[in-house]
C-alpha cells in the first residue's frame, strides 16, 4: 500500500498495525515514494552478565570528588 504523508498522519495507528501484521506500507510525498514502514525485529536476544568477571569496578566508585565537585560547582569553601 503507498499512501501520501497528508494521509499518513490522520491514519498512523492503522498502518502501525498493517505493517506489524505483515503488510507492505510505504509512505509517499507528491506520490514519489519515501520510506516503507516495517515492524521492529530485534537483532538478537540480549544477555546478561556478558562482562562479569571482565571489569572491576572500585570501591569508591560511589564517593564524591572534592576537585570533581569544584569543577561542576566552583569552589563553595
Same mark, same amino acid.
Given at each position: 500500500?503507498?499512501?501520501? #504523508?497528508?494521509? !499518513? =498522519?490522520?491514519? +498512523?495507528?492503522?498502518?502501525?498495525?498493517? %505493517?506489524?501484521?505483515? *503488510?507492505? #506500507?510505504?509512505? !509517499? =510525498?507528491?506520490? +514519489?515514494?519515501?520510506?516503507?514502514?516495517? %515492524?521492529?525485529?530485534? *537483532?538478537?536476544?540480549?544477555?546478561?552478565?556478558?562482562?562479569?568477571?571482565?571489569?572491576?569496578?572500585?570501591?569508591?566508585?560511589? *564517593?564524591?570528588?572534592?576537585?570533581?565537585?569544584?569543577?561542576?560547582?566552583?569552589?563553595?569553601?
Amino acid at each position: 500500500m503507498i499512501i501520501n #504523508v497528508s494521509e !499518513a =498522519k490522520a491514519k +498512523l495507528s492503522k498502518l502501525i498495525d498493517m %505493517a506489524y501484521n505483515g *503488510e507492505e #506500507v510505504i509512505i !509517499a =510525498k507528491n506520490n +514519489l515514494p519515501l520510506v516503507k514502514l516495517v %515492524a521492529h525485529k530485534p *537483532e538478537a536476544k540480549r544477555k546478561l552478565g556478558i562482562f562479569k568477571g571482565k571489569i572491576e569496578i572500585p570501591d569508591d566508585f560511589l *564517593e564524591e570528588d572534592d576537585e570533581i565537585n569544584a569543577m561542576f560547582y566552583g569552589d563553595q569553601s
